[in-house]
């Protein structure tokens, strides 16, 4: 099993920034991807952005240039830089790990961005 807890989520204006992290424990050894997906209200949940136990990332094309998603593989903590943050980008946002066999989420954090 793997534990999974975000945290970092909140309110911003237009144009600000926030940092959201992925605190991991358990069999995080098993992980072989670390993603972070969003659901905003009366839409599917999406990928937002991927990085791979390899070190590799992946992107959504809405939020390429703008978010970054690193790791911190000392203290099992993956994190979403977002920066130049859009109303759009509103939505509860999800820490997703993959393993060959199981998928675990965490519990999800709220972003709002508003005026």
């Known amino acids: 099993q793997v534990q999974l807890v975000e945290s970092g989520g909140g309110l911003v204006q237009p144009g600000g920034s926030l940092r959201l992290s992925c605190a991991a424990s358990g069999s995080i050894l098993s992980i072989n991807v670390m993603g972070w997906y969003r659901q905003a209200p009366g839409k599917e949940r999406e990928l937002v952005a991927g990085i791979t136990s390899g070190g590799s990332t992946d992107y959504a094309d809405s939020v390429k240039g703008r978010f970054t998603i690193s790791r911190d593989i000392a203290n099992n903590t993956v994190y979403l830089q977002m920066n130049s943050l859009k109303p759009e980008d509103t939505a509860v946002y999800y820490c997703?790990?993959?393993?060959?066999?199981?998928?675990?989420w965490g519990q999800g954090t709220q972003v709002t961005v508003s005026s």
């Open positions: 997703n790990g993959r393993s060959v066999r199981y998928n675990y």
